[in-house]
C-alpha cells in the first residue's frame, strides 16, 4: 500500500494519498481547501490553542474496527518495525506494519460486539527481546505474543485491573500499572517464549501510576502521580523522586534519555518538560482539553499530542534547553486521544468512533 504526503504547513493544501484493499487510491479527508493557522505560541502558552488546520489526513483501517474501538495505548516496535495496536473489544492485537499497512491481527483477547467510549479488551502493549506483552483490561491477564506466529504463546493472571505494560530491559522484567491499587505489579521472565511471566512484587504508586516510560540508560522508570512526575529505580525497586508538575490532572508522558528530559502532558492542556535529574522545570506551553495519551520522536525532538478540545493534534517541538513550543495542530477526529509515531514525521492518531487510525505527515 503506497503512500504520498505532501507539506503539512501554516499554508498549503494537504493531500496524502494511500491505497484502499482493492489497490485503487483512495482520496484524502482533506477538503483540499487551505485553512488559515495562528502564528505559532512562544513557551508558556499565553494564549489560547491554535486552530487546527486541515492537514489530509488518511483513514488506516483495521479489521472489524468499523463498529468503533476504544482505543487506550499505542507503541511502536524499532525491533519488529511494526505498530502494536491494541484495538480493544475486537479481540485482536493488531501489528502493522507502516511500510505497507498491511495489518496482521493477533486474537485470544476479550470481545464486544458493541463499542462503548470505555476502554475493553486489549488495551496496552510493549515489545522486549521480539516478544510482545499485552495486557487485557477485562480479563485481567497479561498475554506473551510471538509476532512470527502471530498467536499468543502463554498468559499470566493480573492481581488488579491493568492500566500499561511496559517491557523493562535493564532487569528484564514486564512491569503492568494497577492505578485501581495505586501500584505497578512486577513480572519476571523465564528464559523461553512460552513460559508465563511471574508474579515478583509491586510497586506502590501514590495517587497513580498513570503512563509509564523507562529510560534505559539511566535505569529509571517515570510514571505519573495526580499532579507530579515519579521517577522509580527500576534495579532497587523503589521510587527514589516525586516532582511537581504543575498538572491539574497527569496524563500523557514521554522520556528523551539523550537529553535528559521528561515531558508530562496534563489532561488541561499544559505540556510540561522537566530535566531528569532533580526534576527542574524547563519549559511549558499549553494546547487543548483532554489530553490523554502522547508520542515523541527523540530524533525530531516532537511532541504530538492529540487535542480533544479543538479535534486536532497538535504538533510541539521541544527547543533549546528544553522549551516545548506548539508549532501547529492537525486536523483530527473529535474524539482522538492517542498516537504513536515511527519516526521521520510519521504519526498515527487513534479515531476511536471510526475504529480506525489517521495517518498523519508532519512537515513542520
Excluded at 85 to 98: C, E, F, I, K, Q
Amino acid at each position: 500500500m503506497g503512500r504520498l504526503a505532501i507539506a503539512l504547513g501554516f499554508s498549503l493544501t494537504a493531500a496524502v494519498l494511500c491505497c484502499g484493499d482493492n489497490g485503487a487510491i483512495r482520496p484524502p479527508i482533506s477538503d483540499n481547501q487551505e485553512d488559515d493557522s495562528d502564528q505559532p505560541t512562544t513557551g508558556g502558552g499565553s494564549r489560547g490553542p491554535m486552530p487546527p488546520v486541515d492537514a489530509g489526513a488518511a483513514p488506516v483501517a483495521l479489521p472489524g474496527g468499523s463498529a468503533g474501538i476504544g482505543f487506550d495505548d499505542l507503541r511502536f516496535s524499532t525491533t519488529l518495525s511494526l505498530l502494536l495496536v491494541p484495538a480493544g473489544r475486537t479481540g485482536d492485537l493488531d501489528l502493522l506494519d507502516p511500510s505497507s499497512e498491511a495489518v496482521y491481527p493477533v486474537g485470544g483477547f476479550s470481545t464486544a460486539a458493541t463499542y462503548t467510549d470505555d476502554t475493553f479488551g486489549v488495551t496496552s502493549a510493549d515489545e522486549g527481546n521480539a516478544l510482545v506483552y499485552a495486557v487485557d483490561r477485562t480479563s485481567s491477564t497479561l498475554a506473551v505474543i510471538d509476532p512470527r506466529l502471530k498467536s499468543i504463546v502463554a498468559r499470566a493472571t493480573l492481581a488488579a485491573t491493568p492500566g500499561y505494560v511496559r517491557y523493562v530491559q535493564p532487569t528484564e522484567e514486564v512491569w503492568v500499572t494497577e492505578p485501581g491499587q495505586q501500584q505497578i505489579e512486577v513480572f519476571t521472565l523465564s528464559g523461553t517464549e512460552s513460559t508465563a511471566p511471574v508474579h515478583s512484587m509491586t510497586i506502590g504508586v501514590s495517587n497513580g501510576p498513570e503512563s509509564l516510560e523507562i529510560d534505559v540508560s539511566r535505569k529509571l522508570a517515570f510514571t505519573h502521580g495526580t499532579n507530579a512526575t515519579v521517577a522509580i529505580d527500576v534495579v532497587g525497586h523503589t521510587v527514589v523522586s516525586s516532582w511537581p508538575n504543575g498538572c491539574t490532572r497527569s496524563r500523557g508522558l514521554a522520556v528523551d534519555s539523550a537529553q535528559g528530559w521528561v515531558i508530562s502532558a496534563c489532561e488541561e492542556g499544559l505540556i510540561v518538560v522537566l530535566a531528569e535529574e532533580g526534576g527542574a522545570t524547563l519549559g511549558t506551553d499549553t494546547v487543548g482539553g483532554g489530553v490523554d495519551q502522547v508520542a515523541y520522536d527523540s530524533e525530531r525532538q516532537r511532541l504530538y499530542v492529540p487535542t480533544p478540545a479543538v479535534s486536532g493534534m497538535s504538533v510541539v517541538s521541544i527547543v533549546g534547553m528544553g522549551a516545548p513550543k506548539v508549532v501547529g495542530v492537525a486536523e483530527t477526529s473529535s474524539d482522538a486521544h492517542c498516537a504513536v509515531t515511527s519516526g521521520a514525521g510519521a504519526v498515527y492518531v487513534c479515531a476511536p468512533s471510526l475504529g480506525e487510525l489517521l495517518f498523519i505527515q508532519d512537515e513542520y
